[in-house]
């Protein structure tokens, strides 16, 4: 069956510092991958998605980016973070256009 | 640009009675629609789909219904549990890959 893993479960950092997050599935090939960011009683902003290695498209210009090194691996960085930053951070997969598949997120404060 | 809305940011009802849930879309024509659950500190479940053909779903005690004239979907949970209580999101898909959610209704089914 498949599984989809995001690390680390919760992160604290200083405004500035760099920031990375990563997600990985297992059990199935050529996901679509995607990056949601939930602030505090809000919705899900989506922040990038894959289709495949190396193809990343970008919903909202900010100083994150991502990347799809391998197949069913997708990192999420930041070369200086804000505060805004601050939110819960969830990787999804699905194959085409059909149910999405959450992670268990990333829980990180920009202090 | 796609917008969604969920009419309720709260919801609470008692036991034993049905919950209904609104969903509203606007500058769109989704070719289906989703709902999902979240609860507290954790990433989206799906639960059903809907497609533009079909006007009602139902799964267990779910019942999920799709107007595309008034743009609207209606998420019905009947004799409503505690458990039930999450946040409830609905979605909907935006060309091939790209995923708009709602902000989602906060239930609360009191004992």
């Known amino acids: 069956s498949q599984t989809i893993h995001q690390w680390p479960a919760t992160l604290v950092q200083p405004v500035g510092s760099p920031l990375s997050l990563e997600c990985t599935v297992e059990?199935?090939?050529?996901?679509?991958l995607y990056w949601y960011r939930q602030a505090a009683g809000r919705g899900l902003q989506l922040l990038f998605y894959?289709?495949?290695?190396?193809?990343i498209s970008s919903e909202v210009p900010q100083n994150l980016s991502a990347s799809r090194p391998q197949d069913r691996q997708f990192i999420l960085s930041s070369k200086k973070l804000l505060l805004s930053d601050s939110g819960f951070y969830l990787c999804a997969w699905s194959v085409l256009a059909d149910t999405q598949y959450f992670g268990p997120g990333t829980r990180l404060t920009v202090l | 640009s796609q917008k969604i809305e969920q009419n309720s940011e709260a919801l609470n009802i008692q036991e034993g009675k049905t919950a209904t849930l609104t969903c509203n879309y606007t500058n769109y024509s989704p070719a289906y629609l989703q709902w999902y659950r979240q609860d507290p500190g954790r990433g989206p479940v799906f639960l059903l789909l809907i497609r533009e053909n079909e006007k009602e779903k139902r799964k267990e005690r779910l019942k999920v219904t799709f107007d595309t004239t008034l743009k609207q979907s209606l998420f019905h949970i009947t004799a409503s549990q505690p458990a039930d209580s999450a946040t409830y999101l609905c979605?909907?898909?935006?060309?091939?890959?790209?995923?708009?959610f709602g902000t989602g209704t906060r239930l609360k089914v009191l004992a």
């Open positions: 059990g199935t090939s050529n996901p679509n």
């Open positions: 894959s289709v495949g290695i190396g193809q």
């Open positions: 979605a909907l898909v935006s060309g091939t890959y790209k995923y708009i």
